[in-house]
Nanobody, 123 residues
Framework: QVQLVESGGGMVQAGGSLRLSCAAS????????MAWFRQAPGKDREFAAA????????YYASSVKGRFTLSRDNAKNTVYLQMDSLKPEDTAVYYC???WGVGTSISSDYRYWGQGTQVTVSS
């Protein structure tokens, strides 16, 4: 069982930055692919970024590539999503997710989910 706790959400002006953190319980964190998904009001949940268990290979949605950076610290059981050059369309609830194996962009691949953290970007 893996429990995920997100933090770092908040309100920021367009062009600003935020860093989200996702802390995971368990002793096998380094075996899990991790991802961030987001859901804006009235829209479906969408993929933002994913990272593989140990090699650190990352994958990004085209809408965030070049602005978001996903990293992980396996010693701290934590992944970080650095979000720069934020836009109003980035406003959403951001969810951390974990799965055994490589990271993917498909939400149904992920067994474990956090409770979500709100990110609001004002224009």
């Amino acid at each position: 069982q893996v429990q995920l706790v997100e933090s770092g959400g908040g309100m920021v002006q367009a062009g600003g930055s935020l860093r989200l953190s996702c802390a995971a319980s368990g002793r096998t964190f380094s075996s899990y692919g991790m991802a961030w998904f987001r859901q804006a009001p009235g829209k479906d949940r969408e993929f933002a970024a994913a990272i593989n268990p140990s090699a650190g290979m990352t994958y990004y949605a085209s809408s965030v590539k070049g602005r978001f950076t996903l990293s992980r610290d396996n010693a701290k059981n934590t992944v970080y999503l650095q979000m720069d050059s934020l836009k109003p369309e980035d406003t959403a609830v951001y969810y951390c997710a974990a799965r055994w194996g490589v990271g993917t962009s498909i939400s149904s691949d992920y067994r474990y989910w956090g409770q979500g953290t709100q990110v609001t970007v004002s224009s």
